[in-house]
């Protein structure tokens, strides 16, 4: 929220299977996943709403992904 983006956490007892199943069916753009994996290494793993998985990468170079895409009104 700080670097004006619009979050949502869902941290339900759900699988995780059904909270991305979720998201998609919401149409939510991004879905930002972190596990301990993540957690150990710092990063997310970023899947867009059509399934395409971006793979991990560092939260701030996701933040400037996403700010970039705002910029120019990409659609994903």
Do not use: H, T
Not at 4 to 22: F, G, Q, Y
Not at 31 to 52: I, K
């Amino acid at each position: 929220r700080a670097q004006s983006l619009r979050v949502d956490l869902d941290d339900s007892p759900e699988r995780m299977n059904a909270k991305i199943r979720r998201a998609q069916m919401q149409k939510v753009p991004y879905m930002l996943v972190v596990g301990d994996r993540e957690m150990e290494a710092g990063s997310v793993a970023v899947r867009l709403r059509n399934g395409r998985d971006l793979g991990a990468m560092q939260l701030s170079e996701f933040i400037s992904m996403a700010q970039e895409a705002i910029r120019s009104k990409a659609q994903v």
